[in-house]
């Protein structure tokens, strides 16, 4: 049973990772992290960049 009350704020961004690897959290993961900001990289090849 995954633990929905547990306080990921003062958790590195690793040891949340590794809960996220191991599907203990399963849910949006924004907001984890205290002092950390969550961003999405996107690295498009080029040709994915010609129907741009």
Do not use: F, W
């Amino acid at each position: 049973m995954k633990n929905l009350a547990m306080d990921y704020a003062d958790m590195t961004p690793r040891e949340v990772r590794e809960l996220i690897r191991r599907e203990e959290i399963t849910g949006p993961t924004s907001g984890k992290c205290r002092g950390h900001v969550q961003a999405n990289l996107c690295d498009p090849k080029d040709e994915d960049l010609a129907v741009l």
